[in-house]
């Protein structure tokens, strides 16, 4: 370290210490006594009900080492990690986002897996959730959630509109929303045929990269340094987007799909796997009518999607590092006597995910979902050809470039071939800084 | 002797002002002086060893042209900043004269300013709902008289202005009751001597009211316009990262981002010191101002 940044970094230490001196936990770290580890996920709402009786029973059985859950919304994950990193309160676990990886890895965030951890991921989990659980070559932590992402869609709405099947291309998708859709005589939507889910950057994109996938690419290149998006998947992908909303669009952009699916109010949405448990829980006997189905893509042919990962790591400031990878071992590696370990069971139960644990995979409860689920089936076998969501250590800048020029689209600002070309450029030269 | 005396009376001085500059030390030169540092880096905000020094990379790339800095970000911000101001102050003017002239003024002045003492957050979520375009009140209102809904936060025609609108709302309360306390610090016998001389209401207001209300107006519109160009929690309730696309995105906002969401912090602190900048001109011109205008202190 240069003279600067030593001088610079113990003055700042000496004023943090002032201040945060009356903030110590007085845990005694990994010398034997009681300590509190905090989990940090985005596991809130039902899923924080559904995970805080596993934590409870790891607390029962380890009062010397106790977890505490913090539940965070994921669109404020990643800023709440940073805030409390910067802060000096850092959460012991973190449940991480894997687009995030780089942007962690430039701020030493993660700690590297100890060996055996390291051995254990390479050799108990499919190559897709092990890359995505890798920073730079090294695991970081223990694989969760590998979620593909598929459409949905409304089978009594479809029925309505004289459709028995959902549909294999974007051309169809399109036509079939058109016949689905209904507005009241001012105009406002009551039954949205096809719409995009909106709010943050991962709602708009990731929909955007599986459909790019499906036409046949990815939205990066494969050294991570350019931008795929002039060629034809991205032309293809951003024409399709030019016409849901807009001036142009099929529907109107107002139109919260969301809650609106939930609600039985829309015909055709995108999303990942795990959507189907939350769906299951909020619709209840209404789910009958929910359907799954692959991606559709430009033209009826096989295609592919894309697929995101999230990952329990170890903050690299933790002074309980010990404890906390004991903690994930647990949770998940353990398993009971239905051959499942505890984060396996939760994923099954809580999302109807089938999780990528080999020993979780061959339990007898996750064959029979797979037997009698057609929507978990269906999310399994996407993966099989699924690309992984690419994670440069600009990935959030480069989402939010595309979720910007995206909805300055819908929103009439810019025309589609802006919106490409501004992405295309501003997430190419993005790149050439990193 | 007599030198002596005044040095040891400096140093007792300094010995008792010696806490408070220690906390200022710690609490504003450092994080000042470490920001300025910092806006010359390449940083991720927490390892020391991994920041680089990158010198004015960061300015030039802020005001480059690919940048949306300066448009429409710090566009947006002024925007924001000078409407949350006029409304409130225009509103909080017209206001605190006339419950000066009300019975019950006490509760006239805490109804305008439980705005001020509710938190942003809660505030802004209301007005989500409420501009809402399927269910919301407003848009209820609008469709029930035969209109069309209006898009408030989608249509990046009226996002910004839906969101300052909410600003200045917020803002009045608290300008009321700077106002009224200037507006009571007037001497009545002005008022009574001008009647007298047969002065009307509109005069007496523009002659005695409005030029011993302007030290309180200096006040209320320099705190005010400081507030709105730093300001970013509406903005972030109400529009989560400043959109759709970059249409409510403001200074603040996108410095959070760009140091929590990015790991950015060299650029986000080179954002900062503009703003800074910006800020203390704009300062600096409404005392001018109001100099001419024969103010000299508040």
């Not at chain 1, 190559?127 to 920073?135: D, H, N, Q, T």
């Not at chain 1, 809580?350 to 689920?373: C, G, H, M, W, Y």
């Not at chain 2, 302007?214 to 400081?226: G, H, N, Q």
């Amino acid at each position: 370290m240069k003279t600067w940044k030593k001088v610079l970094s113990g003055t700042v230490l000496a004023a943090l210490a002032a201040t945060t001196a009356a903030c110590g936990s007085g845990d005694g770290g990994s010398s034997g006594k009681k300590v509190t580890l905090t989990l940090l996920s985005h596991y809130n709402g039902n899923n924080e009900t559904a995970l805080k009786p596993i934590i409870e029973k790891w607390n029962s059985e380890n009062p010397d080492i106790q977890v505490k859950l913090t539940p965070v919304d994921f669109g404020e994950l990643l800023k709440t990690i940073m805030t409390k990193q910067s802060a000096g309160q850092v959460a012991d676990i973190m449940h991480v986002y894997t687009l995030w990886g780089g942007q962690l890895a430039k701020s030493n965030v993660l700690a590297e897996a100890p060996q055996s951890v390291a051995d254990d991921v390479a050799q108990n989990y499919p190559e897709a959730a092990v890359k995505g659980a890798s920073l730079n070559g090294k695991v970081f932590g223990y694989p969760t959630e590998v979620q593909a992402y598929g459409l949905f869609y409304n089978k009594k709405l479809l029925k309505e509109a004289g459709y028995d099947a959902p549909p294999k291309t974007w051309d169809e998708m399109l036509e079939m929303a058109q016949k689905i859709e209904k507005r009241d005589s001012s105009g406002k939507v009551l039954v949205q045929g096809f719409g995009f889910q909106r709010g943050y950057a991962g709602l708009v994109d990731q929909p955007f990269m599986a459909m790019m996938a499906a036409a046949g690419s990815p939205l990066l290149s494969d050294d991570l340094a350019k931008s795929n998006l002039d060629g034809d998947a991205g032309r293809k992908t951003m024409d399709f987007y030019s016409k849901v909303y807009g001036k142009n669009g099929i529907t109107d952009i107002a139109f919260n799909t969301t809650k609106g699916f939930g609600a039985g109010q829309v015909g055709m949405t995108i999303g990942a796997g795990w959507w189907d448990g939350s769906l299951k829980t909020l619709m209840k006997d209404a789910y009958a009518d929910v359907g799954e189905a692959p991606m559709p893509t430009p033209d009826g042919g096989a295609g592919g999607t894309m697929a995101y990962t999230w990952a329990y790591g170890v903050n690299s400031k933790s002074k309980h590092q010990e404890e906390a990878w004991k903690f994930l071992q647990w949770l998940n590696t353990q398993t009971d006597d239905s051959g499942m370990t505890p984060e396996g069971k939760f994923l099954l139960d809580t999302f109807n995910v089938i999780p990528s644990r080999k020993s979780d995979l061959q339990s007898a409860k996750v064959q029979e979902v797979l037997q009698s689920s057609p929507s978990a089936k269906l999310f399994a076998d996407a993966l099989n050809n699924a690309l992984d969501e690419q994670s440069p250590a600009a990935g959030m800048e480069v989402q939010d470039i595309l979720y910007k020029q995206i909805e300055s689209m819908w929103t009439d600002q810019i025309q589609a071939d802006a919106a490409l070309k501004n992405a295309h450029e501003q997430i190419g030269a993005k790149l050439a800084e990193k | 002797m007599r030198r002596f005396k005044f040095k040891r009376e400096t140093l007792l001085a300094y010995s008792f002002l010696s806490p408070v500059l220690l906390f200022y030390m710690i609490f504003l030169m450092i994080p000042v002086v470490f920001s300025v540092i910092i806006s010359f880096t390449d940083w991720g905000g927490f390892d020391f060893a991994s920041m680089k020094w990158v010198g004015l990379k960061n300015y030039r790339s802020i005001f480059s042209g690919q940048s949306s800095f300066l448009h429409p970000i710090l566009t947006n911000t002024f925007v924001f900043a000078f409407g949350g101001v006029a409304i409130s102050f225009v509103a909080a003017l017209v206001i605190s004269y006339l419950i000066s002239r009300m019975r019950f003024e006490g509760l006239w002045r805490t109804m305008f300013f439980m705005p001020a003492v509710t938190t942003v957050v809660a505030i802004g979520n209301v007005w989500y709902y409420m501009y809402n375009p399927t269910n919301g009140l407003i848009n209820g209102v609008i469709t029930a008289l035969g209109f069309r809904p209006v898009n408030f936060l989608d249509d990046p025609n009226h996002a910004l202005l839906s969101i300052t609108a909410v600003s200045g709302w917020m803002g009045i309360g608290s300008a009321v009751l700077l106002l009224s306390a200037g507006l009571k610090g007037i001497p009545h016998d002005y008022y009574e001597a001008a009647e007298l001389e047969g002065a009307g209401q509109f005069r007496q207001y523009t002659r005695i009211t409005f030029p011993l209300l302007k030290p309180t107006i200096l006040f209320v519109l320099i705190t005010s316009f400081i507030g709105g160009l730093q300001s970013f929690t509406l903005t972030m309730v109400m529009a989560k990262s400043g959109g759709p696309g970059n249409s409510t995105n403001v200074g603040a906002l996108e410095m959070y981002n760009q140091a929590f969401s990015f790991g950015n912090w060299g650029v986000a602190s080179a954002m900062a010191f503009v703003l800074f900048v910006v800020i203390f001109i704009i300062t600096m011109a409404q005392l001018l101002i109001f100099r001419k205008g024969g103010v000299e202190s508040y």
